[in-house]
């Protein structure tokens, strides 16, 4: 009985964790960040195509982003939506079967897709499931940072373990077990619908893992351009010319943005790195930005500093979105040391970014008015993203990787000239 009595407490516990939504979303965001990277490199390998690689993630965004549109406007029953939850989550072990035995470009195309797909669901149902266990709708966007960005940088670092087709296969094929099996679990708490209030800055990976992933919304973005325009109706009554040269700073940084991230696994690939060292460069993004979360959090920015913070946060993306370029035509020989370098920085300003850009626009509307706000943050980044995407797949088809670096480089200096407009109209 004593021997016995360990082990029922570990079972005990084992099934509360598996039970749980934190752990749904822990493993999600896992399985996003990994399958991403995953699909980028395997295509690399398969096609040798950068062009193909930046139309995948094109793909996969635009496919998120639709997806995301139409589950925001059809009306299903709770029973249903249990029975789709798991469906859904049965359906990733398949995708992720075909993407790992699959040799074919357009097949691995089409299951990155449905996977897109998949995630825009799953996404706003477990981020559904966290808001039912905190007491404070300002602590929902909060709890999923932290959920997904731990789960991100495990997954990265496990990826970084598991480097080959045969190993991240089966990783990726676990990890879908293991999250069917909770989603199983879990599945009688789940109902239709999504938080409308998320007050913090959304994950951007990451949502756009690679972006990142995309970059991943939680929120609709037509929801979200809704209030994009409630938002600037509101201004248009007492308009300034900061607020407009402010929005439109935001929409242009993120074409940057989403330029930038689009080609990485090739532009790694090209200078020489390993997949493993390509997983563990990512994890370091991942984690320095969990600690520039950190440092900006012990802050107390006034309005007026905020825009301070983000001009130079911004001039800093400006010199470290074009760096990748050097690599690219040979003027600075692949150093890993040097790599590391961006993808720390880069991770560790986007905390800065992130929460200056969302703090500002929350200090232009009334506090009643902070979720359209917030949604209208989620929505330019949205879409400066997706364009970025886009325009990194045509340069990158056309020309090479590292003009959509130059051209990264030069948009980001547009909205760094941009931002420093608006804060001038502050002082003036």
């Given at each position: 009985?004593?021997?016995?009595?360990?082990?029922?407490?570990?079972?005990?516990?084992?099934?509360?964790?598996?039970?749980?939504?934190?752990?749904?979303?822990?493993?999600?965001s896992m399985i996003?960040?990994?399958?991403?990277l995953?699909?980028s490199?395997?295509?690399?390998?398969?096609?040798?195509?950068?062009?193909?690689?930046?139309l995948?993630?094109?793909a996969?965004?635009?496919g998120?982003?639709?997806?995301?549109?139409?589950?925001?406007?059809?009306e299903?029953?709770?029973?249903?939506?249990k029975?789709l939850f798991?469906l859904?989550?049965?359906?990733?072990?398949?995708?992720f079967?075909?993407?790992?035995?699959?040799e074919?470009?357009?097949?691995?195309?089409?299951?990155?897709?449905?996977?897109s797909?998949?995630?825009a669901?799953l996404?706003?149902?477990?981020?559904n499931?966290?808001?039912r266990?905190?007491k404070?709708e300002?602590?929902?966007?909060?709890k999923?940072n932290?959920y997904?960005?731990?789960?991100?940088?495990?997954g990265y670092?496990?990826a970084?373990?598991?480097?080959?087709?045969?190993?991240l296969?089966f990783l990726?094929l676990?990890?879908?077990?293991?999250?069917l099996?909770?989603?199983i679990?879990i599945?009688?708490?789940?109902?239709?619908?999504?938080?409308?209030?998320?007050?913090?800055?959304?994950?951007?990976?990451?949502?756009?893992?690679?972006?990142?992933?995309?970059?991943?919304k939680l929120?609709?973005?037509?929801?979200?351009v809704?209030?994009?325009r409630?938002?600037?109706r509101?201004?248009s009554?007492?308009?300034?010319?900061?607020?407009?040269?402010?929005?439109?700073?935001i929409?242009v940084?993120f074409?940057?943005?989403g330029?930038?991230?689009?080609?990485l696994p090739?532009?790694?690939?090209?200078?020489?790195?390993?997949?493993?060292?390509?997983?563990?460069?990512?994890?370091?993004?991942?984690?320095?930005?969990?600690i520039g979360?950190?440092?900006i959090s012990?802050?107390?920015?006034t309005?007026?500093?905020?825009?301070?913070?983000?001009?130079?946060?911004?001039l800093?993306?400006?010199?470290?979105f074009?760096l990748?370029?050097?690599?690219?035509?040979?003027?600075?020989?692949?150093?890993l040391?040097?790599?590391?370098t961006?993808m720390i920085?880069v991770?560790?300003?986007?905390a800065?970014?992130?929460?200056t850009?969302l703090?500002?626009?929350l200090?232009?509307?009334?506090?009643?008015?902070?979720?359209r706000a917030s949604?209208?943050f989620?929505?330019?980044?949205?879409?400066?993203t997706?364009?970025?995407?886009?325009?990194s797949?045509?340069?990158?088809?056309?020309?090479?990787?590292?003009y959509?670096?130059?051209?990264s480089?030069?948009i980001?200096?547009?909205?760094?000239?941009?931002?420093?407009k608006?804060?001038?109209?502050i002082?003036?």
């Amino acid at each position: 009985m004593k021997t016995k009595f360990p082990f029922i407490v570990a079972k005990r516990y084992l099934k509360q964790i598996v039970s749980s939504a934190s752990f749904l979303a822990i493993v999600l965001s896992m399985i996003s960040v990994v399958f991403n990277l995953y699909v980028s490199l395997r295509i690399l390998d398969i096609t040798g195509s950068p062009a193909k690689q930046t139309l995948a993630l094109f793909a996969y965004n635009a496919g998120y982003t639709f997806m995301s549109f139409i589950w925001r406007h059809i009306e299903l029953g709770n029973k249903f939506i249990k029975a789709l939850f798991v469906l859904l989550s049965s359906a990733l072990i398949p995708i992720f079967a075909f993407v790992s035995f699959s040799e074919n470009f357009y097949v691995i195309l089409v299951s990155f897709v449905l996977f897109s797909f998949s995630l825009a669901i799953l996404n706003p149902l477990t981020v559904n499931l966290i808001s039912r266990r905190v007491k404070r709708e300002s602590e929902i966007s909060l709890k999923y940072n932290y959920y997904n960005s731990l789960g991100s940088t495990i997954g990265y670092l496990l990826a970084g373990a598991f480097t080959g087709v045969i190993k991240l296969g089966f990783l990726i094929l676990t990890l879908g077990v293991v999250f069917l099996v909770n989603v199983i679990n879990i599945r009688r708490e789940v109902e239709y619908g999504v938080p409308k209030i998320l007050t913090g800055p959304l994950p951007h990976h990451h949502s756009f893992h690679i972006n990142i992933d995309v970059v991943d919304k939680l929120t609709d973005i037509r929801y979200d351009v809704f209030y994009l325009r409630l938002f600037l109706r509101r201004l248009s009554i007492n308009i300034k010319r900061r607020h407009f040269l402010t929005l439109l700073g935001i929409f242009v940084f993120f074409i940057a943005v989403g330029l930038f991230f689009t080609p990485l696994p090739s532009m790694l690939i090209l200078t020489g790195l390993t997949k493993k060292e390509i997983y563990i460069e990512y994890a370091f993004f991942n984690l320095f930005s969990i600690i520039g979360y950190q440092s900006i959090s012990s802050l107390n920015l006034t309005f007026e500093k905020m825009y301070s913070v983000l001009s130079l946060a911004t001039l800093a993306r400006c010199i470290l979105f074009v760096l990748p370029s050097l690599l690219s035509i040979g003027l600075v020989e692949p150093n890993l040391w040097f790599i590391t370098t961006i993808m720390i920085l880069v991770g560790y300003t986007w905390a800065f970014l992130g929460t200056t850009m969302l703090g500002i626009l929350l200090s232009l509307v009334p506090h009643n008015d902070r979720a359209r706000a917030s949604s209208s943050f989620n929505a330019l980044s949205s879409l400066g993203t997706v364009i970025g995407s886009l325009l990194s797949t045509l340069i990158v088809t056309k020309y090479s990787v590292g003009y959509a670096y130059i051209a990264s480089g030069i948009i980001a200096t547009i909205s760094l000239m941009l931002f420093i407009k608006a804060r001038s109209a502050i002082l003036s």
